[in-house]
């Protein structure tokens, strides 16, 4: 019989999940009295959560009871509380969980049109905030074919519907108001790039801190998984290689485009917050154990940083 660490029993218990709430409490709520604007990211973010605990239930994305994805998503937007300040970003990172949760219930299915109308609907409303998210869709595209296995005319069709429906409502409303041809500005926006791999002038070390960190859960997830995937049903492998590729792709963007790190550090959070629950949950060595706290002692030292920041 394997003998579980604390790590091990803490992503197993049944009050991992209430504890985190509280803890995130803890942190919010005191920020909001110190913005006021925090409200609507944190009803967001309470959204969000429980889309991401839908992700896990209805794909059994970890294969003993646990609930530490919802516990890590949680913890990571906390830690970064100061991006939420902007509603824009939790509004993203509610379309990525959306996207998610329709594309991982398109597995296999050609006949998935509308959940695959549904998931480009929610890129599509997202990128009307920020248009650059639409670099994503090809990668998508080539998702929905390799790794979802429901691409087909129908399926691409619908993708492209999902995508423009947005846009035909808002661009009806710009009409009934008179003033057509408003988005034709917002589209110019995508065409615009910075020099890569250099921040805007008078950020400050922000964004590396965030950067890094972000980086490393990539890694350590990322390794594990690979490392482990064998264990899981095929189809829980190509659902993790999904959110993989995601975070690897979402890295690479910020890389390139370090301006719009704070739209997409909230994508990438849906993304590797599975990734590092496998890890919490499923490696039992003492180094493992180890690396448990010292992750939570970075993830507690950057939601300070950024308490203070917003203080």
Excluded at 41 to 55: D, H, V
Excluded at 100 to 109: M, V
Excluded at 121 to 130: D, E, K, T
Excluded at 250 to 278: C, G
Aim: glycine share 2%.
């Amino acid at each position: 019989m394997v003998k579980k660490t604390l790590q091990n029993k803490i992503a197993t218990s049944r009050f991992a999940l209430p504890v985190t709430v509280l803890y995130a409490a803890l942190v919010w709520f005191p920020a909001i009295r110190r913005d006021e604007n925090i409200w609507l990211p944190l009803a967001l973010l309470g959204i969000t959560t429980y889309l991401m605990a839908e992700l896990d239930n209805r794909n059994a994305l970890m294969r003993t009871y646990s609930r530490m994805i919802s516990c890590s998503f949680l913890i990571l937007n906390t830690a970064n509380i100061y991006i939420f300040r902007n509603y824009t970003t939790s509004i993203i990172q509610l379309s990525t969980a959306i996207c998610y949760l329709a594309f991982f219930a398109s597995y296999q299915d050609k006949r998935a049109m509308g959940k695959v109308f549904v998931a480009f609907v929610a890129i599509g409303s997202a990128s009307v905030l920020f248009i650059q998210i639409l670099f994503f869709v090809p990668i998508l595209w080539i998702i929905l074919a390799s790794r979802i296995m429901a691409m087909n005319i129908r399926t691409f069709l619908a993708s492209l519907v999902g995508i423009v429906t947005p846009y035909w409502l808002l661009e009806g409303y710009n009409i009934a108001i008179g003033k057509p041809l408003q988005m034709i500005h917002h589209f110019i926006e995508i065409a615009k790039f910075d020099a890569p791999f250099v921040l805007p002038s008078g950020d400050n070390t922000y964004p590396i801190v965030v950067f890094s960190f972000m980086l490393l859960l990539v890694l350590i997830g990322g390794i594990h998984y690979l490392r482990t995937s064998y264990k899981d049903k095929i189809r829980i492998r190509s659902l993790y290689e999904i959110l993989l590729i995601m975070s690897i792709c979402s890295l690479f963007f910020i890389a390139i485009q370090p301006r719009h790190w704070a739209y997409i550090i909230p994508m990438l959070t849906v993304s590797v917050s599975p990734l590092i629950a496998h890890y919490i949950t499923f490696t039992q060595t003492r180094l493992t154990n180890l690396s448990f706290f010292i992750l939570m002692v970075l993830t507690v030292a950057l939601t300070v940083f950024n308490l203070r920041m917003i203080w």
